[in-house]
């Protein structure tokens, strides 16, 4: 194998390198942000107060919408203001989504945390670093999620939490998905048959005559039902999951052990469900349990 050192250029600095080359890549391939299999809806998007998103991302299968925001250099206060602003702007116009804020550039420095710190995630917002590197005479843009989907909060103390109903759930999800929801609560009752659906603006939660009880929170999509439970970081276990046939999430702290289920996994894995319903119950303590 050979190896071929490379050199990182500063894009701010570089003759035939511009913001709107930058652009211009990501309209012809905005898969290379790492966002999945998304779309670009709108380019340089007027907004009403003023200013122009440089891209509005769709993935159909999640129903997502991402504002990005692309800057040359360092992340400045500007930068993150305008990109949470056009996220706002966007989500209020356009409720029926998800919407994620991505704040894209050369370096995201330490003040840009010290500013998300400060918002406590009440903002899903994702940073990513780009790069453009010369390997010998070819040159390469990189770009590197440095700030995952830091999610809006979803934890029943949650007093923000919007009530919804099945309908906003079956408009979000499908019938299909909202069938392997019915399926874990049915899954959920022989642990405890008082439980119930509870339907919120940003998740399906479990709750007991109006309380909520939420030692698994649930997601449906078009196509799984991302079930969330509250559990700690097990590598076992996910490698368990994983030689089973789950599809496991990366693990993160705000929101535990995370699987993507289908109706499939219901029907041939129901067992490790149980298991990790059992579980998640068990290590679960609302607000004022001993």
Do not use: C
């Amino acid at each position: 194998m050979q190896y071929v050192p490379h050199r990182r250029i500063d894009m701010r600095r570089d003759p035939g390198v511009s913001e709107r080359w930058l652009h211009e890549q990501l309209l012809a391939d905005p898969t290379l942000l790492g966002l999945g299999e998304v779309d670009v809806k709108d380019s340089e998007r007027r907004q009403v107060a003023g200013g122009r998103l440089d891209l509005l991302l769709h993935d159909t299968e999640t129903n997502t919408r991402y504002e990005v925001e692309l800057q040359l250099g360092p992340t400045d206060e500007s930068h993150i203001i305008r990109t949470i602003e056009y996220w706002d702007h966007e989500r209020r116009r356009y409720p029926q989504y998800e919407h994620v804020a991505v704040i894209v550039a050369e370096e995201i420095t330490a003040r840009f945390f010290n500013v998300i710190s400060l918002l406590n995630g009440q903002i899903p917002i994702i940073a990513i670093q780009v790069q453009l590197l010369e390997v010998g005479e070819v040159r390469t843009v990189v770009f590197t999620r440095v700030l995952d989907h830091v999610t809006l909060a979803t934890e029943e103390e949650d007093a923000a939490a919007e009530p919804t109903d099945r309908g906003y759930w079956l408009n979000k999800g499908t019938p299909e998905t909202l069938s392997v929801a019915d399926g874990l609560l049915e899954l959920v009752h022989e642990l405890d048959p008082s439980l119930d659906h509870n339907y919120n603006k940003h998740y399906i939660g479990l709750a007991r005559q109006g309380v909520a009880r939420n030692f698994m929170i649930m997601f449906p999509r078009r196509r799984y039902v991302i079930a969330q439970f509250r559990l700690g970081p097990d590598d076992a276990r996910q490698e368990e999951l994983e030689s089973l046939g789950f599809d496991v999430l990366p693990y993160t702290a705000r929101d535990g052990f995370r699987v993507r289920l289908t109706a499939t996994d219901l029907e041939e894995r129901a067992d490790a469900i149980r298991r990790l319903l059992a579980d998640a119950e068990a290590n679960y303590r609302a607000p004022g349990e001993a």
